[in-house]
């Protein structure tokens, strides 16, 4: 069983970190002529130029946290309403809004931004960072919404009932019973379409052009240029930020329960 | 202490009648408990009176106020329902306190009241722990606490113990008396259990697939229930077809001899159990049963002869099924 469980986990290991290995290596690796095996000379020069803050990359990357973060907090306020009426009520046409809000999955989010394009050039809104998160909404809106009307299901209108028979108005309710017992839904959808609008270039470049530089946008001339090791240390940047966004909102999840409960306490 | 008065509720969804139009008043400090099988409307009714459900049509009147269009939150009627439904994220404490906060009560008042009515619960170091932690019968004081500590006129509660055990549901009955000896509330509770209706109820609405078949003390329903339908439910009865009508005969009620008057009856069954026994019997108005105490019955057995017979005030007509 245990030798078992050893060789499963070394196999997702090497799934999972497999890739990374000739990354990481790329990424130190001056020269690196075929057919060796190790890279012939290292340098930390790509490094040293990525993380220079006049090459872009630095900038780049807080461009992608800064958009996720706004796409992340609008998808959950926009979507928060919206998933609470799909999982909480039956009414008539639900199935069609359904059908509706879920939609722009069953496109490529490319049609439909060729689409928009014209529309958004219409309002002005092309080189521009509104325009930008608009148009990361439209493929990421749909897991949000999927992923909250689960959880309003899932928790039910019981106990907001029952706080309402105790006193209590739709604010001190959505503060202190529904939203707390939605932060598993919550994060998880956050978590999608945050990662979703980290790796995206397509839609950013299409509509943001050069005005809005996420890091895909800063690596993406490299890559085409053929510089390995510059490609391979912006590629792990971008492979890293979403493991790290992954792992910083599980640990917050984790402490949310008795950070809360210290603030009841405490009020 | 309030007075509550359903006046003409009903409740239909598509056309169909969940609740017929019910009228019933609950009087200060009285404590209402509406029976009846499950499915019978009963909890609609109950979250009619809470604001939680709509009427289709009549209203519910607080001290002669109708309590149309003002919502849950401002009723001030707190229900306490079969699964405790307890915060899962606060503590026990801030659980009793979550009312009186959303009613603006100062800090240090409502940590009093909270330790008062935990001692009361018998829960009083129990404050700083989560539900989680207690059992299904302690999440069940504090559900009631969580209500009581409000000091509401009225409280609603929804089929209170059944999900607890026996002895747990004893303790909860005596505890909701003592509580309201203490806080002095109306209640109204509904529950499918006609044992916890008659032990805890000044009167008892009895119901059946929406309408109310009848209203009284327990006494009144046990012993004269107004048709077969009420004295099943209540517990076992014999209903015996006579020329002017349905007669119902409660078993305990039913003596009987090995000479004298009444009916001839044969014993087919006997069915002890400790303190009472039943003996069931065969006669020429069909089975009938008898109750009692079982040293009384010692020297009965399945195919003695006996005659059965029960006083004139112990046998009540029957208006229908």
Redesign the interface.
Known sequence: MNKMGAAVVSLILLVLAGPLLPLMLWSVANRWPWPRLLPETYSSRSWEFVLDRDSGFVIGLGWSFAIAAAVTVIALLVSLPIARVLGLYRFRGKSVIEVLVLLPLLMPAFVAAMGLHETFIHWGLTDTVSGVILIQLVPTMPYMVRTLSTGFTLIGTRLEDQARTLGAGSLRIAMSVTLPRLAHAMVAGSTFVFLASLGDYLLTVLVGGDAVPTLPLVLFPYIAAGDRPLAAVGSLLLALCPLATVLALESALANFSSMRANQEAKG | MSQIQLSGIAKSYNEQFVLHPITLTVEPGEILVVLGPSGCGKSTLLGIV???VEPSRGQVLFNGRSLAGV?????????V?Q?H?L?????IA?NIA??L???GVPRAERDDRVAAVLAAIQLASFGSRYPSELSGGQKQRVALA??IV?RPPLM?LDEPFSSLDSMLRREMRDLVLAMRREYGFSAIIVTHDPQEALELADRVAVMRAGRVEQVGTPEDIYFRPCNAFVARFLGPANIIASESGDLCVRPEAVQLALTGEGVTAHIVEKRFSGPRVEIVMETKVGHLSAIGPAHAYRGLEIGTHVYASWREQDAVFLRGT
């Open positions: 809470a604001g939680l919502p849950a939150e401002r009723r001030g009627i707190p229900m329902f699964d439904l915060f899962p994220g606060m503590t801030e979550f009312g906060r959303a009613r969580r209500a409000l609603l």
